[in-house]
Nanobody
Framework: QVQLAESGGGSVEAGGSLRLSCVAS????????IGWVRQAPGKERERVAS???????RVADSVKGRFTISQDGAKNTLYLQMNNLKPEDTAVYYC???????????????????WGQGTQVTVSS
């Protein structure tokens, strides 16, 4: 069974940075359609960023200019570099992926997709 393992979360002050990592146990889950979704307490899940094998990279307006998504195929790893963090970025961040290209990648994620266990990011003011 494919697994996605996130790491890199933690507690930082506003204006700080964190880099999240997501390691996939199967290479194809990194290459086709993969992304980050976050969920804050009492709120719905929010798409953060995604990368598709067709080159389509999406970043939510709420984090554009501050967050960067990237991947390293050699390491089966997806990254999310988060700079200038704000208290409203506080959430559990999940890595999510599918082993095929859903076009457009990252516009919608479903419960049947493969999800990681999540990593907590807490930003204090």
């Amino acid at each position: 069974q494919v697994q996605l393992a996130e790491s890199g979360g933690g507690s930082v002050e506003a204006g700080g940075s964190l880099r999240l990592s997501c390691v996939a146990s199967v290479y194809s889950y990194i290459t086709y359609c993969i992304g980050w979704v976050r969920q804050a307490p009492g709120k719905e899940r929010e798409r953060v960023a995604s990368i598709g094998s067709d080159g389509d990279t999406r970043v939510a307006d709420s984090v554009k200019g501050r967050f960067t998504i990237s991947q390293d195929g050699a390491k089966n790893t997806l990254y999310l570099q988060m700079n200038n963090l704000k208290p409203e970025d506080t959430a559990v961040y999940y890595c999510v992926a599918i082993p095929y290209l859903r076009s457009p990648c990252g516009l919608s994620w479903y419960s049947d997709d493969t999800w990681g266990q999540g990593t907590q990011v807490t930003v204090s003011s």
